[in-house]
């Protein structure tokens, strides 16, 4: 049991390291959706539209749709799932 807890100390900090990577993408995701909500009532008071809204929703659901995203959310179920397992 002693020859586990490095490894599971270890572990544990891959599954940190992996859900840090998760957590930037989607804090990047919610930044940029934060910011064309504020324009889009902007829009709606000033009566205008703009296809920047659109445009930057559109982005962040391609991001999140991305193989590169599957591959990170993928990566840090893994590594939570060894950690787990130890």
Not at 5 to 34: F, G, N, S, Y
Request: hydrophobic letters at 40%; aromatic letters at 4%.
């Amino acid at each position: 049991m002693l020859n586990e807890t490095p490894k599971q100390a270890l572990a544990t900090r891959e599954a940190h390291e992996a859900l840090l990577v998760l957590k930037h993408i989607v804090d990047e995701a919610t930044t940029i959706t934060h910011i064309a909500e504020i324009e889009s009532f902007r829009e709606a008071i000033h009566n205008s539209e703009s296809p920047d809204v659109r445009s930057a929703l559109q982005k962040v659901v391609y991001h999140l749709k991305s193989r590169s995203f599957d591959e990170v959310l993928s990566r840090a179920l893994e590594k939570l799932d060894t950690a787990a397992s130890i």
